[in-house]
Every structure is written in C-alpha cells, then in structure tokens.
C-alpha cells in the first residue's frame, strides 16, 4: 500500500512554488499529494530514520582542519567576474529613509566608514571572500552558511582578519533573525553575493552523500547534523511511493525517464533498504540499457551518467532549495541599501529561472498559482517596460556565463550564470 494513505493531511502551504510542473493538472494533484506526505513525515520522523540507520554515524566529520582557509577546497566560480559587478570601494555612500524623504550621508560621515559591508550569502570553502578581502582589506564581510563545516572555515578566517569576518550559521530563511541578532539595520548592506547551489566542499566529502562517483551514505543534507530529525535522501527513496518520487525527479530534475527510474527504485528497496550513494546510483543505472547508462553528455560534452538528474531532484528535495533560493533574493532585497549591488550565481535552469523573474519584478506572491515553466515572451514595448522591476537595474541585460578558460581551470562551474543587479 501506499504510504500517501496513511500519512495525516495537514494545511498545504503556499511554499509549494518551487514544483516546476505545476501547469498539469495531473502532476499538480501529485505535487500536493507529495506536499502532503513530506510535511506530515518531517512533523513526525524521529531519529529512526532510514539515514540515521544506514551507517551515515552521528554526523559529517568536521573537515575544518583539513580544509584550511590557506587552501580553498575549490576554484571561485566567476571570480574575476563577481568582483568587477560587486565593485566594493572603501568610501561607500550610505542611503537612509528619513521622514522627509531619502537623506544621503558620506560614508566617511557614519561611525561605521571605515568598512563597506558586504554580505556572502553562501560562503563555502570561502574563495570569494577572501578574494574580496585581498581586495578591500578593510571591508567587513558577514559570512554566511547553513552547513557547520563552512562556517567553521570562516571561524578560522575571522581569526585571521579580526574584526573583518562575522561568521552567521543559518539558511536564507532565518536571515532576517540572524542579521537582526548582530543589529544590522535593513537597507545598509552595500553588496551582497549569492552563489546557490551545492558547494565542491561538500561534493568532494563521500561522507556527506552528494556525488555518484563517492561511495557514501545517502544524506545530502546541506545542515548536517544541526536538525538531527530532517530526513535525508535515503528516507525519501525508500518511503515516498512511485507516484511521488517520479513527481519529484520531473519537477527538480527535469528528468524525462522519473517513472522509470521511480518504478526501478521501488522494486529494488523491496529486496534491501537504499542506503548508499553507489547503490542508488546502479539502481538508476539497472533501469536503462548498458549502451545509455554514460550516453548523456555534459556541457563540456563529456559523459555523464544517467543518475546525475536523480542525485540533483533528490539534493533540491530535500534541502528545499528553491523556496530557500526564494527567501534568500527577498533577504537581499531587504538588506541591501539602494544603490548596493547583488550578484547571483546559479547553475540549473530551475534556479535561473526563478532569479530572472524576481530581478525582473515577476510578481511571485502567489505561490500557489506559480510556476517555473518558460513563459511566453511578450513582443510589445509596453509589455518589456511592465516586466522591469521597481527594485532592480540590471548591470546587464544578458546572462554572463564562464569563459572558455575559467571553464578549463573549474570544469564543475561550467553551467554556472552570473546574474548582477543594482538596488533602486
């Protein structure tokens, strides 16, 4: 029997705008189904979860000492880039909301000139913010991310450019508690970086569950251990029924095979539970000819294997990431003063598309309503300036993608896009 039957229905939220299929009718009667049974199962799972019980241990070794800041576990995407559309300059001008209107004030004139601020929304292994630091010595960098081992990176930074570095632990959802903590005001930030996405860092740890080619528990946890109850990617392939996991690999990996792949992960955790990466990884694999299992090909037309798209849905799924990536351009529209600059990088079409439509003033309120399928380009004048934002002035119009050098150096940042913007 299904497990969607005997999970409790409770409230469905309007977050659900992040299933990129929505406009079907039958995938949107599977979305909420899905919907239905995650928010009741992370409600009531304990610590007896498949993944707890799959030899994952307490939790991702702390790397911290491994992973010093004097060598970066990975090449900056975009670097060169990133500082030239961040352009951090010492004597920043500071906009603040007065009564009567706007007041501008030198930055040499508040208590807090000496720094621009900028913040780092994802730092990782923490390559641009220390390039940013190399930079503008004297610039302050809130640094922050939801995983404990990255943030144990900035500890280490911090402790190197005293007063320089705040670490902040969280998603871009508890943003607005953390920077409220450290009584940073709304609208007084200068830049802000956004580099969405899984972290080489955490690709590279087996131990983390993220990579095909890494034998692993299947976690893909980005939080670690900081929500001990918070399924993994094991829970979902081994609880959801057929029905709701194709739903989610064609709605976060816009894989065209999901029923097959879905029916092929339901027989096998019929014989043993999926615990592994490699073994998800041969199920995926043992649902297609051997001639097709290396048959797709990546951006620099190399081989990739067919589970890539799985190990991506399954990675968004339960990270939630869209809906994250959603509050994090909200965040960044809050903290950034006007004239402060955002840089976004992203690395799949779900994530462009949902950056492109908030820079560009999409109305994305009703979630319920929303959804992520390419829209129909409108040809009239009037229809192009009704589609700028109120808040955004794109540093440019196209989307800026590596260059063929960079892409040499970093192979893993070959799909990435740099979207930059100027807060009005």
Same mark, same amino acid.
């Given at each position: 029997m299904s497990?969607?039957?005997?999970l409790?229905?409770?409230?469905?939220?309007i977050?659900? #705008?992040?299933m990129?299929?929505?406009s079907?009718?039958?995938l949107r009667?599977?979305?909420l189904?899905v919907?239905?049974a995650? *928010?009741?199962?992370r409600?009531?799972?304990?610590?007896?979860t498949v993944?707890a019980?799959?030899?994952?241990?307490?939790g991702?070794?702390?790397r911290s000492e491994?992973l010093?800041?004097e060598k970066?576990?990975?090449?900056?995407?975009?670097?060169?880039e990133?500082l030239?559309y961040?352009?951090?300059?010492?004597?920043?001008v500071l906009? +603040?909301?007065?009564?009567?209107?706007l007041?501008?004030m030198?930055a040499?004139?508040r208590?807090e000139?000496a720094?621009?601020v900028?913040?780092?929304?994802? %730092?990782?292994?923490g390559g641009?913010? *220390?390039?940013?630091?190399?930079?503008?010595?004297?610039?302050?960098?809130?640094a922050?991310?939801r995983d404990p081992?990255?943030i144990s990176?900035?500890?280490q930074?911090a402790k190197e450019h005293?007063?320089?570095?705040k670490p902040?632990?969280?998603? !871009?959802?508890?943003?607005?508690?953390?920077?409220?903590?450290?009584?940073?005001?709304?609208?007084?930030?200068?830049a802000?970086?956004?580099?969405?996405?899984c972290?080489?860092? &955490?690709?590279d740890?087996?131990?983390?569950? %993220?990579? +095909?080619?890494?034998d692993?528990p299947?976690?893909?946890?980005?939080d670690?251990e900081?929500?001990?109850?918070m399924?993994c990617a094991a829970?979902v392939?081994?609880?959801l029924?057929?029905?709701?996991?194709a739903?989610?690999?064609?709605a976060?990996?816009?894989?065209r095979h999901a029923?097959k792949?879905?029916?092929?992960?339901v027989?096998?955790?019929?014989?043993n539970?999926?615990t592994?990466?490699?073994q998800l990884?041969s199920?995926?694999?043992g649902?297609?000819?051997p001639?097709?299992?290396y048959a797709?090909k990546d951006?620099l037309?190399?081989?990739?294997?067919?589970?890539?798209k799985? !190990? &991506?849905?399954l990675?968004?799924?339960?990270?939630?990431?869209?809906?994250e990536l959603h509050a994090?351009?909200?965040a960044?529209?809050a903290?950034?003063?006007p004239?402060g600059r955002?840089c976004?990088?992203?690395? /799949?079409?779900l994530?462009?598309?949902?950056?492109?439509r !908030?820079l560009?003033?999409?109305?994305?309120s009703?979630?319920d309503?929303y /959804? #992520?399928?390419?829209?129909?380009q409108g040809?009239s004048?009037k229809e *192009?300036k009704d589609?700028?934002?109120?808040y955004?002035?794109?540093?440019?119009?196209?989307?800026i993608?590596?260059?063929?050098d960079?892409?040499?150096?970093?192979?893993?940042?070959r799909?990435a896009k740099?979207?930059?913007?100027?807060?009005r």
């Amino acid at each position: 029997m299904s497990l969607l039957l005997f999970l409790p229905e409770i409230g469905i939220s309007i977050m659900i #705008f992040h299933m990129s299929v929505r406009s079907n009718p039958i995938l949107r009667k599977t979305n909420l189904a899905v919907w239905r049974a995650w *928010k009741s199962w992370r409600l009531n799972l304990h610590s007896s979860t498949v993944c707890a019980s799959s030899g994952a241990g307490p939790g991702p070794l702390d790397r911290s000492e491994e992973l010093s800041p004097e060598k970066p576990p990975h090449t900056p995407v975009m670097l060169k880039e990133v500082l030239q559309y961040l352009d951090i300059q010492q004597g920043q001008v500071l906009y +603040i909301q007065n009564l009567g209107g706007l007041m501008i004030m030198p930055a040499m004139e508040r208590p807090e000139a000496a720094s621009s601020v900028v913040l780092d929304m994802t %730092f990782g292994g923490g390559g641009h913010t *220390k390039a940013i630091l190399s930079m503008v010595p004297e610039v302050t960098v809130l640094a922050v991310d939801r995983d404990p081992t990255a943030i144990s990176l900035a500890e280490q930074l911090a402790k190197e450019h005293s007063g320089h570095v705040k670490p902040l632990l969280g998603r !871009f959802s508890e943003l607005e508690v953390l920077l409220s903590n450290m009584n940073i005001k709304p609208g007084s930030i200068d830049a802000v970086l956004l580099d969405a996405g899984c972290s080489s860092m &955490q690709m590279d740890m087996a131990e983390r569950g %993220f990579c +095909i080619s890494k034998d692993g528990p299947l976690d893909m946890r980005m939080d670690g251990e900081r929500y001990p109850d918070m399924p993994c990617a094991a829970d979902v392939v081994n609880t959801l029924d057929q029905q709701a996991l194709a739903s989610i690999l064609t709605a976060y990996g816009e894989e065209r095979h999901a029923w097959k792949i879905a029916s092929a992960i339901v027989e096998a955790r019929r014989v043993n539970p999926i615990t592994r990466t490699q073994q998800l990884a041969s199920v995926v694999a043992g649902s297609f000819p051997p001639s097709v299992i290396y048959a797709r090909k990546d951006r620099l037309h190399r081989p990739a294997h067919v589970a890539t798209k799985t !190990f &991506q849905a399954l990675r968004i799924f339960v990270n939630d990431e869209l809906n994250e990536l959603h509050a994090g351009l909200r965040a960044a529209r809050a903290t950034l003063r006007p004239g402060g600059r955002l840089c976004i990088i992203t690395f /799949h079409s779900l994530e462009d598309r949902l950056v492109k439509r !908030f820079l560009r003033g999409d109305d994305l309120s009703n979630l319920d309503q929303y /959804h #992520f399928s390419p829209r129909k380009q409108g040809n009239s004048r009037k229809e *192009k300036k009704d589609s700028e934002s109120v808040y955004w002035l794109p540093l440019r119009r196209k989307v800026i993608i590596p260059e063929k050098d960079d892409v040499s150096e970093n192979p893993r940042g070959r799909s990435a896009k740099l979207r930059a913007a100027l807060r009005r």
